[in-house]
């Protein structure tokens, strides 16, 4: 069992609170980060006089030459080490011999882990952002594609109004806008280094925090060597954002798989994106979007998970820190692959317009229109309103739709209806009249797309 320490202790760990306790499992995959991050302390170390030049020689060959083995698959993580900081040391050891034991000079593995964590999560956090880029990119380009694909809104999944699919896409896009913006926030806040800080109280070698953090990508270093090795807010940050994505994925699934099935027939998913029944031939799954659903609970899970761990710890470091990890590398993991796999479903998705504009016009998303109509007449809007649901009803009764009345039928209910009432209840007026910010009309539309445009342009990812 290789490990750090065991100069007080007069026995071996019980092999079984060995195995409780190690984390190697897992955080291997910490491995570049662990590197990295010593490269920078070594560096550090040197410019400061604590190491001298051949020191910090040897052990930034041994330390590159342990990081091109383990990723050529020359030298194995293997689970006799209990951590990655562990297994980076020992090895280093054997490669350099006693230069290798300086390498832990002003460091505790509290701070270690804790920048091995934040280096991990800052990394999965642009690599989410960018994932988050693309889905933007895709909704930008399938609104500008749908200015005049006409479809019914919803209220309580109910047909309410007219609107276009881009206007509908254009609410999604807004979503993951703020996601993205959420990303950005958590990644400004979280970007200070917590190397140097120690077990909780700093150390009395003279090292230079400024220049390890400048060289590890860090704005500057944290300021409280407590907090620096307490701190996983980062984390549960990212989890509480990686949910909210997940829920706005997960709603636009909900409606991707109503929009899909027989009754709608609003939407063809391509065949690399769905699959079929082992019995009934006819059948096409939306399974994608059906396992997107469902994965967002399991990212739910995580930031339950942290913040339930965290919620009643005393400062600085406890092991309950160690269960930072598993689930949140689960969730990371878990929002990318449904990211990548729903831009993809939704790149390749068709529309069936025809479907959607028929669905708009029989689902009576005119009526308030038609109210709005003969208030244009000089009707009260109460009057109006009552009359357009008798008219409703009317339809209802001969299984027809407003625009499809004889204007006969239309001065039985109404004398003051005239021949523009057609134009007045088409899809194309319904949606072109609405021309308030944030409405459907193709005006207001092109402003909303060239704002999305100009977001995506100024991008905060550039150079990350």
């Known amino acids: 069992m290789a490990q750090l320490w065991g100069g007080r202790f007069t026995k071996e760990t019980d092999k079984l609170v060995y195995n409780f306790n190690a984390s190697i499992s897992f955080d291997r995959k910490f491995y570049k980060q662990d590197i990295e991050g010593s490269v920078a302390h070594v560096t550090m170390l040197a410019k400061q006089g604590i190491l001298t030049q051949e020191e910090k020689n040897s052990i930034l060959e041994g330390l590159h030459g342990i990081l091109q083995d383990v990723e050529s698959g020359k030298l194995e993580i293997t689970d006799e080490y209990e951590d990655i900081h562990s297994f980076v040391e020992a090895n280093l050891i054997d490669r350099i011999g006693e230069a290798g034991k300086k390498l832990h000079t002003g460091r505790s593995r509290n701070d270690q882990v804790a920048l091995d964590m934040k280096l991990y999560t800052r990394a999965e956090l642009v690599q989410t952002a960018e994932l988050v880029e693309e889905l933007l990119k895709v909704l930008l380009a399938m609104m500008e594609e749908h200015l005049d694909t006409y479809m019914p809104g919803f209220t309580h999944l109910q047909k309410a109004q007219p609107i276009t699919l881009a206007h509908h896409l254009g609410a999604y896009f807004e979503m993951f806008k703020r996601d993205m913006q959420r990303l950005q926030d958590i990644y400004e806040r979280m970007n200070y280094c917590p190397l140097g800080s120690g077990a909780l109280a700093g150390t009395t070698y003279p090292l230079d925090r400024e220049y390890t953090a400048k060289l590890l990508g860090f704005y500057g270093p944290t300021l409280n060597s407590m907090d620096s090795v307490a701190d996983r807010d980062y984390v549960i940050e990212f989890l509480a954002a990686m949910s909210t994505i997940m829920m706005h994925l997960s709603r636009f699934s909900e409606e991707i798989i109503i929009w899909n099935s027989n009754e709608y027939r609003f939407v063809e998913i391509d065949d690399a994106y769905s699959t079929g029944s082992s019995i009934m031939p006819q059948k096409k799954n939306p ?16 930031l339950t998970s942290l913040l339930t761990t965290m919620k009643g710890l005393p400062l600085a470091y ?16 878990t929002v990318k692959g449904c990211l990548a796999l729903f831009t993809g479903m939704l790149r390749t998705m068709k529309f069936r317009k025809d479907v959607m504009a028929k669905s708009a016009m029989n689902g009576f998303t005119n009526a308030t229109d038609a109210a709005d109509y003969l208030v244009g007449k000089g009707v009260p809007f109460r009057d109006a309103h009552s009359i357009i649901g008798k008219l409703v009803l009317y339809c209802i009764e001969k299984d027809t739709s407003i625009d499809a009345l004889e204007l006969s039928e239309l001065k039985e209910i109404c004398p003051v209806f005239e021949e523009d009432i057609y134009d007045a209840v088409s899809l194309k007026t319904c949606v072109e009249k609405r021309l308030t910010i944030g409405a459907p009309g193709q005006e207001m539309m092109k402003k909303a797309i060239a704002e999305g445009r100009k977001f995506l342009e100024s991008s905060w990812l550039f150079g990350k």
Do not use: C, H, P, S
Request: proline fraction near 0%; glycine fraction near 10%.
């Open 287 to 302: 399974d994608i979007a059906e396992l997107v659903r469902g994965k967002t609970g399991r990212v739910y899970g995580a």
């Open 318 to 333: 406890n092991k309950d820190m160690q269960e930072d990890k598993e689930m949140a590398f689960d969730a990371m993991d």
